[in-house]
């Protein structure tokens, strides 16, 4: 459960901020001076002044009451002053772990990248921040406030600060009490809203849908059940809400009536009119609201401040140790576990530049394999090209070979160095990919084209621009030093982008994941023959069957029985191949691109 | 229909659907009220009974009672307000919920999906808070304003010193708004700075993986965060101010009110008790702020209304009750048209006959009406003119599960709708078959069977868990959420719509799945919308619309040898 991983996060980002904390709590004690005094010089104002007849001494007393309040109100000032020392570092921490951590997951092998974590920066940090702060307010607020209140009293009649602190000290436990049942509640209720949340915006998203397919009854009542959990939490929050009220309402109601009744009894032990009025001022306008305030705080965004956190501290984790330790450990050291158990070929004089092993992967331990036992290499200076129909695993290959997943078993080397345990920026240095979702991110476009080789001079990266046919593009954006806004480019101009960025990247192998599928035919082949241009080894996961036609080799993927050759060889030996093929030179005109052979 | 009538008719049935609860509230928030009322005199007379040295503990006894009753009334307050609202809200949520799933779907597209969650989810809740709302705006006006009256019946100086005060506490709030909405601004804008970059890396995070670059990444993204610092700490700055200011007003408010009451006390004007009594009085005045609060959250629960009755004023699409007779799937419309929003007619005068069995495709450029036959075809909405006939049956009069057993559409982009992939297949089956299968079969039947014919079968099979892998868990491409979408509409009995559904599928896998859905035993009719001419080359007649009317219908063969056919066809509708 995330409650002791909330107290600890909350206990380290107070004691990492201990000097201003102090500053805070120096100022609250000022603050706390109306409190401490409001009530003994009501009194004398009352006895020495007001009942004696003598108004301008009753005046002075208060003018003291007005000067206490003025320095407190300054205080007040400097408080939040205080607090803003504390909150905002705490921010920026989470803000800091909540970006690793969707940066983290987001690249690691089998990771998603979830775009909830924009949420979680730009709303949950926010509660939490919000939450800490007000927390933090009202905690110390009470602590101050209560005890000023309570030493007011016993300056006054000490025998009353006993009758009204045993109340406030019952009060305070019944609350105390509650508070673990509270913020399960709370964190049910807002589990339950998400849930209604997800569920009625899946089924409006398909409302066509569920109409086409007849299953409004059903989908409605789904939904239903969601809107019945939800009431459930939220009648459950308002008991605990009731809960609270009693534990204010013993802590600081009781206090007044404790007083009352002993009131009488007081007067004739010798306790003045003033006193009596004294301590009711500590009680109603000292202990009630502090309490109030803090039930309340506590109660409302004190739940929040738990609920929000344990959130955030589950979705982002701390940092682990950096896989770099363990992969540091064995850089020239015993291959990993199966890759003995295909033999490793004679490489040809160039050395492969790819070369898999009974390659097997699955996405869960259930499921069917995507890759069973493939076994391929790639010459250096070879064009490969992968076809088969969608969902064949052509980009789960790509990843393999790139390491950006972990297979099950077999091995993927990479000019002879193992794709497993290679540091991340060493692979990269030895191939790299261009992804179908092109990455062109806000800045100038000199920056993005020169994201995997900065040192590249103006005139090595306009080459690369004109080698790929991206010139018309730079000059429509104005050049390499304009700045760039990504959402205002296309997808196939984005691309564009990425390609160049690759074409310039020191990497000897470059692996074309579908990474021109939204160029048109013609631009494509420019792209291709570029790259094949280039020198260094090209594998391109074909998104259109033309992309075969201008490879040397072409591997074909489809179910388990993937089959490797030249373009007439599959021709002649696989049927899928001849499928996908045929089926496009079945096509009537127009096809504008002619399909003759690179 | 206007909506201000609407919303507050909507209003008031939520406050109605609060049922006992919003009585029980009433009743007990006016009780609050008066004890609070009374209480401050009480107290001021109990203390003058103390002070006067009379033993009797008439008073105390009831300042107790009342505190009792306080008590009492807060922790009802609390029930009553929290079932009222829980009830009133998730009522409202059925309603609305029913509607929209009676509305037809041309009424629904007009609102995004997250607007209507917004209403549902949000929007909601706040109006289900107006029962809650009314009461305590109206009860929580009680003592503040008592309050007032009390204080200037014990001496009038005493009121005005109190309203005084509130007015120049109201002013000074007034100036804090102000201020600190640039800082507001700024922090918002950079956070979304913070938000913007943290996106864009998210969406390249293959590229980043691969280049071993999330440090570069994360600095980045975290550079602009001293600039948030520095608008946030000029926030708790301008709070600093302002509340230093408040903290002010507010006690020095209670020591003017003392020391005008010491006056009076001084004078013989008032008791000691009665001094007690200002004091409370005084306080209870200054509540006067909290209540403009609950009148805002009047106003809310206002605006929230307006925003749920907005879609409960369209007329729900009214359903059939006639079984099917029978028949092999004979599609016809007669003079249908369909007409946009804006009155620009989107369909006009289209008479089309499908026969049994046959396969028509519906070729045209973008904007056509394509889409909107395909709809019109199988009763996602009806047109505003004309007929849609099954077999002879108008669609209107088809009962609802008649009607879904003989139609399956499939679409360019399905949304999958369910808990698992299995229950997304599902969809449109039996109670019997939509769920996975108790035992260890990986599906059920009618599901196993619709996957293989939809060439989804392997796809699924691949994931962590099969048909029982969660959606959530299973990020479909869009060429294999095609093929569960067509898996989906596969069981209809005897006419398939498929608009657009297999455009992101390769040739290979397409041509596999017309082959699957040709040669179902039951040899359904289909009417199937493309941008492919080797689909319209595949199909018995071509449907070809222009600009909403019906420009021939022929093989695709015959139409071939027409330029403006053929143009048709070409990539972004480019002509030549």
Not at chain 2, 443 to 464: E, S
Not at chain 2, 476 to 496: D, I, K, M, N, V
Request: proline share 6%.
């Amino acid at each position: 459960m995330s409650g002791p991983g909330v107290r600890r996060t909350t206990w380290a980002a107070l004691r990492a901020r201990r000097r201003a904390l102090g500053r805070l709590a120096a100022w609250s004690a000022v603050e706390a001076l109306p409190a401490l005094l409001g009530g003994v010089l009501v009194a004398r104002a009352v006895d020495r002044g007001f009942l004696a007849g003598q108004f301008a001494t009753g005046l002075a007393w208060l003018g003291g009451l007005a000067l206490a309040v003025l320095v407190g109100a300054a205080a007040t000032g400097q408080v939040y002053r205080s607090l803003g020392a504390v909150v905002e570092p705490f921010r920026d921490e989470l803000a800091t772990r909540v970006v690793h951590g969707a940066l983290r997951e987001a690249t690691r092998a089998g990771g998603r990248a979830d775009s909830a974590a924009v949420a979680r920066l730009t709303h949950q940090v926010e509660v939490v921040r919000d939450t800490f702060g007000g927390l933090l307010l009202v905690v110390r607020g009470f602590l101050f406030a209560a005890g000023a209140a309570l030493l007011g009293l016993l300056a006054l009649a000490p025998l009353l600060a006993g009758a009204v602190a045993a109340p406030l000290a019952v009060g305070l436990a019944v609350f105390g009490a509650s508070l673990p049942a509270m913020v399960t509640h709370q964190r049910a209720q807002v589990t339950a809203g998400e849930r209604l949340g997800r569920s009625a915006a899946s089924a409006l998203a398909g409302h066509r849908d569920v109409v086409a397919c007849g299953a409004r009854e059903r989908v409605v009542s789904a939904v239903d059940g969601r809107v019945a959990a939800q009431a459930d939490a939220e009648r459950t929050l308002a008991r605990m809400a009731a809960l609270r009220s009693l534990s204010i309402g013993v802590g600081s109601w009781l206090p007044v009536a404790v007083l009352l009744l002993a009131a009488p009894w007081l007067v004739r032990q010798g306790l003045s009119a003033g006193a009596v009025l004294g301590a009711l001022v500590y009680v109603t306008t000292g202990l009630q609201p502090a309490l109030h305030a803090v039930v309340q705080g506590v109660g409302g965004g004190g739940l929040r401040y738990a609920v929000t956190l344990g959130r955030i501290l589950r979705t982002s984790p701390p940092d682990d140790p950096p896989p770099a330790a363990a992969t540091a450990a064995d850089p020239g050291g015993p291959p990993p576990a199966g890759t003995r158990a295909a033999p490793r070929t004679a490489a040809p004089a160039g050395g492969w530049a790819v070369e898999l092993r009974g390659l097997t992967f699955r996405y869960g331990p259930q499921a069917r394999p995507v890759l069973a036992d493939l076994t391929l290499t790639v010459a250096a200076g070879e064009h490969l090209a992968v076809v088969g129909p969608s969902g064949a695993g052509k980009s789960t290959l790509a990843a393999l070979v790139a390491g950006l997943v972990t297979p099950d078993s077999g091995s993927a080397h990479l000019a002879g160095v193992p794709v497993a345990g290679t540091p991340p920026d060493a692979l990269a240095r030895l191939r790299v990919l261009v992804p179908q979702e092109a990455y062109v991110r806000s800045g100038s476009l000199g920056d993005n084209l020169r994201y995997l080789r900065p040192d590249a001079d103006d005139a090595t990266v306009l080459a690369a621009v004109h080698a790929l046919g991206a010139g018309a593009l730079v000059n429509r954006l104005g050049g390499l030093d304009a700045a760039l806004d990504p959402a205002a480019l296309s997808a196939g101009e984005r691309q564009l982008v990425a390609a160049a960025r690759a074409y310039l990247a020191p990497a000897s192998l470059v692996i074309l994941d579908e990474a021109t599928c939204h160029l048109d035919p013609t631009l494509e082949a420019t792209v291709e023959r570029a790259f094949a241009r280039r020198g260094g080894t090209l594998v391109v996961i074909a998104h259109r069957i033309s992309s075969a036609t201008r490879a040397r080799r072409v591997l074909v993927l489809d179910g388990d029985r993937p089959l490797a050759g030249t373009h007439d060889e599959l021709l002649a030996r696989s049927p899928t191949y001849r499928e996908l093929v045929g089926y496009w030179e079945d096509a009537p005109p127009p096809a504008r691109v002619p399909l003759s052979r690179a | 229909m206007g909506a201000p009538t609407g919303s507050d008719r909507l209003l008031r049935r939520v406050v109605r659907d609060g049922g006992g609860w919003t009585v029980l509230l009433g009743a007990v928030a006016l009780t609050g009220a008066a004890a609070e009322l009374a209480l401050p005199a009480a107290l001021g007379l109990a203390v003058d009974a103390a002070v006067g040295g009379d033993g009797s503990l008439r008073w105390p006894a009831a300042a107790c009672g009342l505190v009792a009753v306080l008590m009492v009334t807060d922790v009802l307050a609390d029930v009553a307000s929290g079932y009222g609202a829980a009830r009133a809200t998730a009522r409202l949520r059925r309603r609305l919920l029913r509607h929209l799933f009676a509305c037809d779907v041309r009424t629904v597209r007009r609102y995004p999906v997250g607007d209507l969650v917004g209403r549902l989810a949000g929007q909601a809740a706040d109006a289900g808070q107006a029962g809650t709302a009314v009461v305590l705006g109206v009860v929580a006006l009680l003592p503040p304003v008592g309050s007032v009256v009390a204080l200037t019946l014990l001496e009038p100086l005493l009121g005005v010193t109190l309203l005084g005060g509130l007015a120049l506490l109201a002013v000074l709030m007034r100036t804090f708004v102000t201020d600190a909405s640039a800082a507001v601004a700024g922090y918002q804008r950079v956070l979304g700075v913070l938000a913007g970059r943290l996106l864009e890396a998210l969406g390249g995070a293959r590229t980043i993986a691969a280049a071993a670059t999330v440090e570069r990444e994360r600095d980045r993204v975290l550079a602009a965060l001293p600039e948030l610092r520095g608008y946030g700490q000029l926030g708790w700055r301008l709070l600093a101010r302002a509340s230093a200011r408040t903290a002010a007003v507010g006690p020095l408010l209670q020591v003017a009110v003392v020391a005008v009451g010491g006056y009076a006390l001084t004078a013989g004007w008032l008791s000691p008790g009665q001094l007690v009594a200002a004091v409370q009085y005084a306080a209870l005045g200054a509540g006067l702020g909290a209540v403009l609060a609950t009148l805002n959250r009047l106003v809310r629960s206002r605006a929230a209304a307006g925003r749920i009755a907005e879609p409960l004023a369209h007329p729900v699409r009214p359903d059939g009750t006639e079984p099917l007779p029978p028949g092999r799937g004979e599609l016809r419309l007669r003079g249908v048209g369909v007409r946009a929003e804006d009155g620009r007619p989107v369909l006009d005068g289209i008479d089309l006959t499908v026969p049994a069995g046959a396969m028509v495709a519906v070729v045209g450029r973008s904007g056509a009406g394509k889409s909107t036959l395909a709809a019109v075809a199988g009763r996602l909405h009806d047109p505003d003119v004309g007929e849609v006939l099954l077999d002879g049956v108008p669609l209107r009069r088809l009962s609802p599960p008649a009607l879904r057993r003989a139609v399956g559409h499939a679409f360019d982009r399905p949304v999958l709708v369910g808990e698992t992939v299995h229950d997304a297949v599902g969809l449109g089956l039996p109670a019997g078959s939509a769920p996975p299968p108790d035992g260890a079969a990986p599906a059920t039947a009618a599901v196993l069977t619709a996957a293989r014919a939809a060439q989804v079968a392997d796809v699924v099979a691949r994931l962590p868990e099969g048909f029982r892998t969660r959606l959530v868990d299973a990020p479909f491409s869009g060429g294999e959420a095609q093929r569960l979408g067509l898996a989906r509409a596969f069981p209809a009995e005897r006419l398939l719509v498929l608009d657009d559904a297999t455009s992101s599928l390769d040739t290979a896998t397409e041509h596999r799945i017309a082959r699957a859905v040709a040669a179902g035993a039951r040899g359904r009719t289909r009417l199937v919308v493309t941008h492919r001419a080797t689909t319209a080359a595949a199909a018995d007649l071509v449907a070809w619309l222009d600009g909403g009317r019906l420009r021939a219908v022929a093989p695709h063969r015959r139409l071939w040898a027409d330029p403006a056919y053929r143009a048709v066809f070409a990539p972004d509708g480019a002509t030549r």
